[in-house]
């Protein structure tokens, strides 16, 4: 089996292919398929500490959150969903401080928001809800194991609700048409729609693997800390060390993915059963978007602005 470093991401009506040259998008509008190919070479490449295992994990889920939402964006942009509108004085004053343009100012923003929210759902607020338990509990090995499993129940349970909104799952069978695509790729098949389509919707390097591997290492890496501290205290633990958390989860990610063996595999399994939620079979269009954003990933440049195909 051939492996490759590509990776994707759905968005709007269409996905992205990042490949260690550049940044492919290609968005469904219509009978056509605009296509954009931006270079970008990761930090971890151009600066030997952010290369540094655990390290390179943090840069790579920093970089991954910027060019989600620049992507995302751009997808709403070709499908016409952001209408030009006069800048409003907030956006004025903040180009105006920042000397940079407003919207990628409000962008690194809403990043931050995001960030903020998901550290709360997921760290802060599993941490709380568990210390309720502490008057019944004496041991803080059970406490943390507590805390773990609240998170991971906060977890399927965010999943599972946005999977039955309509839009989100049409971003889902986007991703599943991502997958299948790098799944002939590696196949070493011929890239076509019909070879696509029987091949798995599931996949090891699956952004979804990732983010339950970081609520499985934080389990075993705060347990080393305790329990019986200052509340206050624990939290500024648990968010300090996240970098590091999501640094380990990424090393495991890395290691889980390149082997078949019986503990890879093992690693492997819960994140795959919880890509059949987040994956959903596509429709054969959103497969020729996945195979014209891989292509165009691997070729690293647009042969015209649109690709027609036949619908």
């Known amino acids: 089996m051939k492996r490759t470093s590509i990776g994707g991401q759905a968005v709007l009506e269409g996905v992205m292919m990042r490949a260690p040259?550049?940044?492919?998008?290609?968005?469904?509008?219509?009978?056509?398929?605009?296509?954009?190919?931006?270079?970008?070479?990761?930090?971890?490449?151009?600066?030997?500490?952010?290369?540094?295992?655990?390290?390179?994990?943090?840069?790579?889920?920093?970089?991954?959150?910027?060019?989600?939402?620049?992507?995302?964006?751009?997808?709403?942009?070709?499908?016409?969903?952001?209408e030009e509108e006069t800048p409003s004085k907030?956006?004025?004053?903040?180009?105006?401080?920042?000397?940079?343009?407003?919207?990628?100012?409000?962008?690194?923003?809403?990043?931050?928001?995001?960030?903020?929210?998901?550290?709360?759902?997921?760290?802060?607020?599993?941490?709380?809800?568990?210390?309720?338990?502490?008057?019944?509990?004496?041991?803080?090995?059970?406490?943390?194991?507590?805390?773990?499993?609240?998170?991971?129940?906060?977890?399927?349970?965010?999943?599972?609700?946005i999977s039955g909104m309509k839009d989100i799952r049409r971003v889902f069978m986007y991703h599943g048409a991502e997958h299948k695509v790098i799944a002939c790729y590696e196949a070493e098949e011929e890239l076509t729609v019909a070879n696509a389509?029987?091949?798995?919707?599931?996949?090891?390097?699956?952004?979804?693997?990732?983010?339950?591997?970081?609520?499985?290492?934080?389990?075993?890496?705060?347990?080393?800390?305790?329990?019986?501290?200052?509340?206050f205290l624990r939290l500024l633990i648990r968010i300090g060390c996240i970098p590091i958390v999501a640094g380990l989860a990424y090393e495991v990610l890395k290691l889980a993915a390149k082997s078949d063996n019986l503990l890879c595999r093992i690693v492997r399994f819960p994140g795959l059963m919880l890509q059949k939620l987040t994956t959903r079979e596509p429709e054969d269009g959103m497969i020729e978007v996945a195979l014209a954003a891989f292509d165009l990933a691997v070729k690293g440049e647009v042969d015209s602005g649109q690709l027609s195909v036949d619908s």
Do not use: Q
Not at 48 to 76: D, H
Not at 92 to 109: L, N, R
Not at 199 to 222: E, W
């Open 21 to 82: 040259e550049g940044i492919a998008v290609a968005v469904r509008k219509g009978d056509e398929i605009v296509k954009k190919f931006d270079p970008f070479v990761s930090a971890s490449k151009r600066n030997k500490f952010f290369g540094f295992p655990i390290v390179r994990g943090v840069v790579s889920f920093v970089e991954s959150l910027s060019i989600g939402m620049k992507t995302l964006t751009y997808s709403a942009d070709v499908l016409g969903l952001e």
């Open 197 to 231: 389509r029987v091949k798995t919707r599931l996949h090891p390097r699956c952004g979804t693997n990732y983010l339950f591997l970081v609520m499985m290492v934080s389990i075993v890496f705060f347990s080393f800390f305790g329990w019986n501290m200052n509340p």
């Open 90 to 161: 907030f956006e004025e004053f903040i180009a105006k401080k920042t000397g940079k343009d407003a919207m990628k100012v409000m962008m690194g923003f809403a990043v931050v928001v995001a960030v903020c929210m998901a550290v709360g759902i997921f760290f802060i607020l599993p941490n709380v809800l568990a210390n309720f338990l502490r008057p019944f509990v004496n041991s803080s090995l059970l406490m943390n194991l507590i805390e773990g499993v609240t998170r991971l129940l906060i977890f399927f349970g965010y999943i599972t609700a």
